[in-house]
């Protein structure tokens, strides 16, 4: 798979789930301890996975504004 390609996949991931994050957390008081708890810790989880494999996928572009290094791509 194509960079760019994995990156809309992993963006569009990321958006649904900080929304899912957001949404739980507004309406926690409106769901039952054990829907909470199983929607908004396995939401952080993959929202944490999803955030670093978007860091990994754009290193390049991190390391070139950050670190001084040349940007690849």
Known sequence: ???ITAL???NLL???LALSQVTTGLLHDS???DAFEAVHEAGGISFAAAALLHVVLNWSWVKANYFGG???A
Do not use: F, N, P
């Open 1 to 3: 798979m194509k960079r």
């Open 8 to 10: 809309k996949i992993v």
């Open 14 to 16: 990321i958006a649904v």
């Open 31 to 33: 769901l039952s301890k």
């Open 70 to 72: 040349d940007a690849a």
